[in-house]
């Protein structure tokens, strides 16, 4: 068998990272790895383990816009064609599909050959794209418990195996949690769509806390450029110590260090504060598709690992009194982090690679119907 994998992710981190996780994972095994993505997600691909990079053309369209669903149908369908041509040349063993636009191509490129196929979902609610390959690819994995919006049977077969994580994070599940003594470390995280939000709120939230507490407090704050002066002001007015930056490239080592995160409940960021095991507050994005962030961040506040804030019931009072119930209470925070490192799947990255491994060396359903019509 040609040990080659493709992995075909994009668009954003939340789709990268576990990308990279497996393909760092499959390496170790012997595999060679090529990545098939987008130009979006070639700006977090700097240091994916692969040999060859595979732009394939994708695009995407709004619901109820017919000519944009036309023209990014013949974008997809170049795409395709692509993805066809440099798996002759290739002749991956196995197409592993993360979800999103950009790995739609590869996976019908690989179906369309009869290629073994994988997809993964991280969220706890089946993607479009995912939704439209699932009934279609040769084995579906999952990240959650619970995966939403999927038929039953695609659910009946799918393999719960969690959301990788890069190996820096996974480090963080041996590491105990110390709750706070003197000083008390909230990092703020704000993802990569409806950042200004957090961005805005958690200072002047954090401003609103009693002055002994303030005192206390070092923040590591995640900020959208034009929010970075207004946050560090307030913070400076509050004398409250801070460090902010538009984007933390060792987020393993801030949440190392951290008593308490707020942030989004994107699937990267549930799952990395499953297996760090910290306390966290988190706020869903509303406009996220189908409310998956909403479905993501229920895993966690039913294990007591988080306290949950809808963006409609959001206020700076409300944050600031969330904070403060939690900050000055550091047996709940122990309580907090032992729940959320209880539905933690540390060795995701592994089971998904021994997942991948055993479709390589199985048959596709298209080639068992090959097999069936020449009985």
């Given at each position: 068998m040609n040990k080659l994998v493709v992995v075909a992710a994009g668009g954003t981190g939340g789709?990268?990272?576990?990308?990279?996780?497996?393909?760092?994972?499959?390496?170790?095994?012997?595999?060679?790895?090529?990545?098939a993505t987008d130009e979006r997600g070639a700006l977090y691909a700097d240091k994916f383990p692969a040999q060859e990079r595979l732009a394939l053309s994708a695009a995407t369209a709004k619901a109820g816009d017919p000519i944009g669903m036309i023209k990014a149908g013949f974008v997809v369908a170049q795409g395709v064609l692509q993805a066809r041509s440099a798996f002759k040349r290739l002749d991956p063993a196995v197409v592993v599909g993360f979800g999103g636009y950009p790995a739609l191509p590869a996976l019908l490129g690989a179906l369309s050959q009869g290629r073994p196929t994988v997809i993964h979902e991280q969220n706890a609610v089946l993607g479009r794209v995912n939704r439209f390959l699932a009934s279609r690819v040769t084995e579906v994995a999952c990240a959650f418990p619970t995966l939403e919006m999927a038929p039953g049977r695609v659910k009946a077969r799918a393999h719960v195996v969690g959301n990788p994580v890069r190996p820096q994070v996974?480090?963080?599940?041996?590491?105990?949690?110390?709750?706070?003594?003197?000083?008390?470390?909230?990092?703020?995280?704000?993802?990569?769509?409806?950042?200004?939000?957090?961005?805005?709120?958690?200072?002047?939230?954090?401003?609103?806390?009693?002055?002994?507490?303030?005192?206390?407090?070092?923040?590591?704050?995640?900020?959208?450029?034009?929010?970075?002066?207004?946050?560090?002001?307030?913070?400076?007015?509050?004398?409250?110590?801070?460090?902010?930056?538009?984007?933390?490239?060792?987020?393993?080592?801030y949440l190392r260090q951290a008593h308490l995160v707020v942030g989004r409940s994107g699937a990267s960021t549930c799952t990395e504060l499953a297996v760090a095991g910290r306390p966290s507050i988190l706020v869903p994005l509303k406009i996220a598709a189908d409310d998956h962030q909403r479905f993501n961040a229920r895993l966690l506040e039913e294990a007591g690992g988080a306290a949950v804030c809808l963006e409609d019931e959001l206020t700076v009072d409300a944050m600031a009194g969330a904070l403060n119930a939690l900050l000055k209470n550091p047996e709940r925070l122990a309580r907090m982090a032992d729940g959320a490192r209880s539905v933690a799947t540390p060795d995701a990255a592994e089971r998904l690679a021994d997942l991948v491994?055993?479709?390589?060396?199985?048959?596709?359903?298209?080639?068992?119907?090959?097999?069936?019509?020449?009985l």
């Amino acid at each position: 068998m040609n040990k080659l994998v493709v992995v075909a992710a994009g668009g954003t981190g939340g789709h990268l990272f576990p990308a990279q996780a497996l393909a760092e994972t499959l390496a170790a095994r012997g595999w060679r790895v090529v990545l098939a993505t987008d130009e979006r997600g070639a700006l977090y691909a700097d240091k994916f383990p692969a040999q060859e990079r595979l732009a394939l053309s994708a695009a995407t369209a709004k619901a109820g816009d017919p000519i944009g669903m036309i023209k990014a149908g013949f974008v997809v369908a170049q795409g395709v064609l692509q993805a066809r041509s440099a798996f002759k040349r290739l002749d991956p063993a196995v197409v592993v599909g993360f979800g999103g636009y950009p790995a739609l191509p590869a996976l019908l490129g690989a179906l369309s050959q009869g290629r073994p196929t994988v997809i993964h979902e991280q969220n706890a609610v089946l993607g479009r794209v995912n939704r439209f390959l699932a009934s279609r690819v040769t084995e579906v994995a999952c990240a959650f418990p619970t995966l939403e919006m999927a038929p039953g049977r695609v659910k009946a077969r799918a393999h719960v195996v969690g959301n990788p994580v890069r190996p820096q994070v996974r480090a963080l599940f041996d590491v105990p949690y110390l709750p706070p003594e003197v000083q008390l470390r909230i990092l703020v995280t704000g993802g990569s769509q409806g950042a200004r939000l957090l961005s805005e709120l958690i200072p002047e939230a954090i401003a609103k806390l009693p002055e002994e507490m303030r005192g206390r407090l070092k923040v590591f704050q995640q900020a959208r450029a034009e929010s970075m002066e207004h946050a560090r002001k307030v913070y400076r007015n509050a004398m409250v110590d801070c460090e902010v930056a538009p984007f933390f490239r060792d987020m393993a080592g801030y949440l190392r260090q951290a008593h308490l995160v707020v942030g989004r409940s994107g699937a990267s960021t549930c799952t990395e504060l499953a297996v760090a095991g910290r306390p966290s507050i988190l706020v869903p994005l509303k406009i996220a598709a189908d409310d998956h962030q909403r479905f993501n961040a229920r895993l966690l506040e039913e294990a007591g690992g988080a306290a949950v804030c809808l963006e409609d019931e959001l206020t700076v009072d409300a944050m600031a009194g969330a904070l403060n119930a939690l900050l000055k209470n550091p047996e709940r925070l122990a309580r907090m982090a032992d729940g959320a490192r209880s539905v933690a799947t540390p060795d995701a990255a592994e089971r998904l690679a021994d997942l991948v491994e055993r479709t390589a060396g199985g048959l596709t359903h298209s080639r068992v119907a090959i097999l069936f019509s020449l009985l």
